[in-house]
């Protein structure tokens, strides 16, 4: 299934906004003076009239998205993830999360792989701080697929909706046959020794955590959480049930992200080991993007390991 | 401005201060100084300005109003109330559980409200995105926002005036309600904003200053906003905090406190004895 090409989400995402503006028209797409990184100057070029740059200035654009959404429009409003979700936090709670306006957030540059930038621009928070709003959907897709197949998903969602993507080019892991729904998991490889739940750009490298524990004569199942909120309970309930130890994989602290999400539906109703592989709880620092996910065990490697001790904990139950 | 408007105008202003009143007496809490100082532009503008339809809420060709200063909502709810959006009889159970008159105006359970508002700064970035998708739809709707003069020391008030400027939305008019003071005393005190005329002038707004309670120059200054081409208005109102009710005129501790029995009565006692002079008057 995984392929060689790569390609990053937010390329998609500018690729995905001129696709839904035939479709849509009162698509209007925000931007805060980032559109040549978040990949929305391609609809800018496409559809001039429907791109109003918001400069520097994320909270105003928030609000804005808001009142332009409460008068018809559709908007996509677009920055890096730290300044959508972190600095404009209290606006997306308050302008579109309370009211439950359908303002969708195209948040780019989400996580460690925004790499020499360095830890002001590397957003590991944000799926906790979105999370924590009623209300709101989180999607954050293993691959350029999957992103345009989301953003034409939320389209349709009465409600606001919060896209995480980013920077870095990642395998292009699905084909249009691929099918997407909101709040629904995929099992991409079947096993019942161990469950490696994955989002994002940790979805290729559970692929390869599988693959290291293959030839240990460990049998991973890997499921791919792309809908973080709301999480496909009965898809992480079945894994915990019929694997009996669980590891979670994100681009993310591993407080607050998918990681806490799975511990929390596990721990409710069929508690298992989880063991979570994410962003411990630290901030991270300028460098190539590769070497951030080695250096912060972001890697196949890491969670193949992690999902052994899943198993050991396993064995002692 | 006719005798006739004028009078029906001022009656409706005194009849939404008693809204506020009666809503923060029974609540027990709420904001009656800053919703006693925008009764008269309230009035003005749901009795006379604005293009709406109370008896279709969500008509999208009306004109939008948001109460950026969103802790004077039961100014608010009494004039919608009295416009008829919503029975009087809702007034009193603001602020109690199961009323739709929250304590800071919501959206989606009040008939009328155009935006939901509280957090002091978004309401008119909200109002600025309205106004925007008013000038991509190309119709004739305006869009109004009503801002506390504290609110104006908000970052996001200025993010919002360099967008509505620059994009020169001149549907988008905002009314600053400029009573000198915020919780912890006056604007001076606190965090001095000023100069408020010329720092809007220098955002590229087209600046208006007037006296709140005088209805006159109310309708001038809406008037000379809705003629002003290629710049949004600032009308920067100088009003009386607790304006109608004598005790409570200019005192900062009825910025966030509620009236007991009897200064209800007292209060009530002096709107009516407005509301007769007005009623009486030819």
Known sequence: MAGTVKKATREAYGEGLVELAAKYPNLIVLDSDLAAATKTVTFKKAYPDRFFDCGIAEQNMMSIAAGLATSGKQVFASSFAMFAAGRAFEQIRNSIGYPHIPVKIGATHAGISVGEDGATHQCCEDIALMRSIPGMTIICPADVVETIKAMHAVMELNGPAYLRLGRLAVPVLFDNAYEFKIGKGVQLLEGDDVSIIATGILVSAALEAAEILKDDGIKARVINISTIKPLDKEIVLKAAAETGAIVTAEEHNIIGGLGSAVCEAVCETQPVPVVRVGINDEFGKSGPALELLEIYGLTGKNIASKAKEALAIKAKA | ?282
Request: with cysteine; aromatic share 8%.
């Open chain 2, 1 to 282: 401005m006719d005798a006739l408007k004028k009078k029906q105008l001022l009656i409706a202003a005194t009849k939404i201060r008693m809204a506020v009143i009666e809503g923060t007496y029974h609540a027990k809490s709420g904001h009656p100084g800053g919703s006693l100082s925008i009764a008269d532009v309230l009035a003005f503008l749901y009795f006379d300005k604005m293009r709406i339809d109370p008896s279709n809420p969500a008509w999208p060709e009306r004109d939008r109003l948001v109460l950026s200063k969103g802790h004077t909502a039961p100014a608010l709810y009494g004039a919608l109330a009295l416009r008829g959006y919503f029975p009087q009889d809702d007034i009193p159970t603001l602020r109690k559980v199961d009323s739709h008159l929250q304590g800071h105006p919501d959206m989606k359970g009040t008939p009328g409200v155009d935006m939901t508002t509280g957090s002091l700064g978004q309401g008119v970035s909200a109002a600025t995105g309205m106004a925007l998708a008013a000038k991509i739809d190309g119709g004739q709707r305006r869009v109004y926002a009503i801002l506390g003069d504290g609110e104006l020391e908000e970052g996001q008030v200025w993010e919002a005036a360099m967008f509505a400027a620059h994009k020169k939305l001149d549907n988008l008019c905002i009314v600053i309600d400029y009573n000198d003071l915020q919780i912890d005393g006056t604007l001076d005190e606190v965090n001095s904003p000023y100069p408020i005329p010329e720092k809007f002038k220098a955002f590229g707004f087209n600046v208006i200053e007037i006296d709140a309670h005088d209805m006159e120059q109310i309708e001038a200054a809406f008037n000379a906003a809705e003629a002003c081409k290629g710049k949004p208005t600032a009308i920067i109102q100088k009003s009386i905090k607790g304006k109608g009710v004598s005790f409570m005129e200019n005192q900062v501790n009825w910025h966030g406190s509620a009236p007991n029995k009897e200064q209800y009565e007292q209060a009530m006692n002096e709107l009516k004895a407005q509301l007769k002079l007005y009623e009486e008057a030819v």
